[in-house]
């Protein structure tokens, strides 16, 4: 598959060799930016009749990020488990597990910084003329902060999976995966079980992409259909703004980590994430992303193991582009209602939006939900939620792309870093 993805589209050359039939030359990268295109096109064509992109268009989105989710609950859970226990020292898990965690903190506040400081220089909220009628609408309740924290323990090993708590999923894996470290040669039938379903997983998922680019024009279709200028007008700047620091975190905070840390190519980078940011776009789910991303990072030469790890946990607790979109959307609603954020109040929010966004599900929507969690840590209405409402999806697709591209350099970047470690060790035990 990873052959698959990223094919060159030539010809088996030859005499006499059989010519592949034109649409078997293009990689199925080239096939969801197609179907990217295509389906902007479509939903700019029925914007006068949304509801025909709902009945007709929809259920095939629909169909596959079902699919991507029926698959995605055994395989993060066989694929950290597998990862663990490939790791097969406890302290190397460890190693691995501290740096990824470490990243994935600090990149996240690094953007929710950066979305702080957009929202201010280019004064988000100026401009919006405030309509009262707009605020009817109900705020979902957001979990308090020490729910979030309690939430990540599952008391019960089977409701994580069947309703795809995903963070209770990989506490899961991580025990049993320890588990099985613990119990040593006695566990070697479940290890074979582990590595076996795991493979399974991986040849599900990867058949499961190969009509990714059906499922993308499904997804993308209504979403232009129903989100059309009227909808995006009155919001426009917020919009801008928020995807100027999005894009900024890409091009500087990942861009530089990539440079100095993996010590590769940012462009090289890029290119190879291309199709996980096209796909992110489309679903805006993180989690929806993830089988596409591990592909997409073991083919630019991350280690199974690392990618198996890393990737699964950063679709689950690393959301950078949600934590911009949370710095911005604050800022936003406070300029909005005429409130004054003082410095430390804007540190409270870089601090909570960093814990939101590791609490936000890698799926449609849920940031949002989560924005009021930051909105009352600092005394702001949380019936703002309601002014950024309308604009959602379409911060949501391209908070989405952040999120995916942010676990994908910090796992370019601990595999780097295991790479080097590893080459010190066999130059010491040479020396
Ligand atoms: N949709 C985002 C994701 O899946 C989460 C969010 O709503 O911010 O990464």
Not at 197 to 222: H, Q, S
Not at 276 to 282: D, T
Request: hydrophobic share 55%; net charge neutral.
């Amino acid at each position: 598959m990873a052959e698959d993805l990223h094919r060159a589209g030539a010809d088996p050359v030859g005499e006499g060799a059989p010519k592949r039939p034109w649409h078997r030359r293009l990689s199925l990268t080239t096939w969801i930016f197609i179907a990217l295109a295509l389906g902007v096109l479509c939903g700019l064509a029925l914007q006068g009749a949304p509801e025909l992109a709902d009945a007709y268009v929809k259920p095939f989105g629909t169909i596959f990020l079902n699919l991507i989710k029926m698959i995605v609950v055994p395989l993060v859970l066989f694929s950290i488990m597998a990862g663990v226990v490939s790791l097969d020292d406890v302290r190397q898990v460890g190693a691995i597990g501290g740096k990824t965690i470490l990243f994935y903190l600090a990149t996240t506040a690094c953007a929710v910084t950066l979305g702080l400081v957009f929202a201010n220089v280019m004064s988000v909220g100026a401009g919006y003329v405030m309509d009262a009628g707009e605020l009817a609408y109900e705020t979902p309740a957001a979990p308090s902060l020490v729910d979030t924290l309690v939430n990540i323990f599952p008391s019960n090993f089977v409701q994580p999976m069947a309703d795809a708590t995903m963070l209770q999923v990989i506490v899961i894996a991580v025990v049993f995966g320890f588990g099985i470290l613990a119990a040593g040669s006695k566990a070697a039938p479940v290890v074979a079980v582990v590595e076996g379903l795991n493979e399974v997983c991986i040849k599900i998922m990867r058949g499961i992409l190969l009509v990714a680019p059906i499922g993308v024009f499904g997804l993308i279709t209504p979403v232009i259909a129903n989100n059309g200028p009227d909808v995006l007008l009155p919001l426009l700047w917020l919009v801008v703004v928020a995807y100027v620091a999005m894009a900024c975190q890409i091009a500087v905070v990942y861009s530089g980590l990539i440079k100095l840390v993996a010590r590769k190519s940012p462009l090289a980078f890029l290119r190879g994430e291309a199709p996980v940011m096209g796909f992110a776009f489309a679903s805006a789910s993180s989690v929806g992303s993830l089988p596409l991303n591990i592909e997409c990072a073991e083919k630019m030469g991350v280690s199974k193991p690392v990618a198996s790890f890393v990737l699964p946990l950063g679709a689950t607790i690393n959301m950078d582009g949600t934590a911009i979109y949370q710095g911005v959307c604050a800022m936003f609603i406070a300029q909005v209602f005429g409130i004054e954020l003082s410095l430390g109040q804007q540190m409270t929010i870089v601090l909570t939006s960093v814990l939101a966004s590791i609490g936000t599900a890698g799926v449609p929507g849920s940031g949002m939900i989560m924005l009021a969690m930051v909105l009352q840590s600092v005394g702001l209405p949380v019936e703002g939620v309601a002014l950024v409402a309308g604009v959602d999806r379409i911060l949501d697709m391209m908070r989405t792309v952040v999120n995916v591209t942010g676990d994908a350099a910090v796992a370019q970047c601990v595999d780097a870093m295991d790479r080097r470690g590893a080459a010190r060790r066999a130059a010491r035990k040479a020396a």
